[in-house]
């Protein structure tokens, strides 16, 4: 009888460790936390050295931040290494100590009283999956229907006319992070990488900010579809440019004051800054105070941030940079902002 009730008890103990919902977790397996960057007032980034699943990212249960500092919500990047953590507002320049399961001491984060964020695509940025960029490549005749090739791993400007359009997508973000005033950005700047550019001659490539919503392309050297953006036609074929390639050159429309941004014409007259290109291999910086300008508005306006046209002003030479779909997301577009963190 002792030992029927032994079989018994063994079995009843097995069927309950194979079926409890114990979850059971390795250490060795678990990804460490990398670096906890505090974005805003309301907003922290978290980094680890693998993927997470969202389950166990997003339960607030498993962060805890000191002192006094309340967990809304958590959000898992789309990369599933980062964790966007949103929170009660904190102090700038105040140290608070967040910790997790697996790092019993924990670490200090503080906010500083001014930031720096990335937008793009890629491990390297702060956040990304919001970038789009495209070529608008120019037949010889400069008539027949053309190329939109945003699925190519480069960019291109010429002396034919082709122009690549780059947009950042910010809206998602700056709302996550509780940035809404425009006056809290202080300065934006677009880098890009030259991959070819046979020359050693200076050329000089300009920025135009786009006024109305394009396609990316979903082609290389394929013909265009019917509703896509190319040099001869914005939005679809029956839509021509003001002037190509993509310039506005209506009267009234010269890029000097808001209500000429508000996506009724297709690309501002306005140059709003130029680069002088020598040589490959090699990030270029874009900057203006318009382009800082520009990137307020965005702030203000999200549904009007079409991004930038860039073309060849000054050169005989065509300039290839690198895109989204380059292999080396380091060679990637990079949109980087400096901001308040505080209003």
């Known amino acids: 009888m002792k030992i029927y009730f032994s079989v018994i008890n063994r079995l009843t103990i097995f069927l309950s460790l194979l079926f409890s919902p114990v979850l059971v977790v390795n250490a060795a397996d678990t990804p460490e936390l990398l670096k906890a960057t505090p974005l805003s007032q309301t907003a922290i980034q978290l980094q680890f050295d693998g993927e997470l699943q969202a389950e166990t990212a997003e339960d607030l249960d498993n962060y805890r931040i000191a002192p006094d500092v309340q967990l809304e919500y958590a959000l898992l990047d789309q990369r599933l290494n980062r964790v966007l953590l949103l929170t009660s507002p904190l102090e700038i320049d105040k140290a608070y100590r967040l910790t997790l399961p697996n790092i019993q001491t924990g670490i200090v984060v503080t906010l500083p009283s001014v930031n720096e964020i990335t937008f793009g695509a890629g491990e390297s940025v702060t956040f990304s999956g919001g970038l789009q960029d495209t070529t ?26 082709s122009v690549f359009f780059v947009a950042f997508d910010l809206f998602d973000a700056f709302e996550d992070m509780g940035i809404r005033e425009p006056t809290q950005v202080l300065e934006a700047t677009i880098t890009l990488h030259v991959e070819q550019c046979e020359t050693d001659a200076v050329q000089t490539v300009l920025f135009r900010r786009v006024l109305l919503p394009w396609k990316e392309g979903r082609g290389t050297s394929t013909r265009a579809e019917d509703n896509e953006l190319t040099y001869n036609s914005a939005l679809h074929r029956n839509l021509p440019w003001n002037k190509r390639p993509a310039q506005a050159m209506l009267a009234g429309i010269d890029g000097d004051t808001e ?5 009724s014409e297709d690309v501002a007259h306005r140059i709003d800054g130029t680069v002088e290109i020598q040589g490959a291999g090699k990030r270029y910086t874009f900057k203006s105070e318009l382009l800082t300008d520009a990137v307020r508005f965005w702030v203000a306006n999200p549904d009007y941030n079409y991004g930038y046209l860039f073309a060849l002003q000054d050169g005989n030479t065509p300039i290839v940079f690198s895109s989204k779909e380059a292999t080396d997301e380091s060679l990637r577009p990079v949109l980087t902002i400096r901001y308040r963190t505080g209003n």
């Not at 090739?149 to 010429?158: D, I, R, S």
């Not at 209500?259 to 996506?263: K, L, R, V």
């Open 259 to 263: 209500s000429d941004y508000n996506g």
């Open 136 to 161: 608008l490549h120019v037949n010889e005749d400069r008539k027949t229907r053309n190329n939109n090739a945003g699925a190519e791993p480069t960019l291109l400007c010429n002396p034919a006319g």
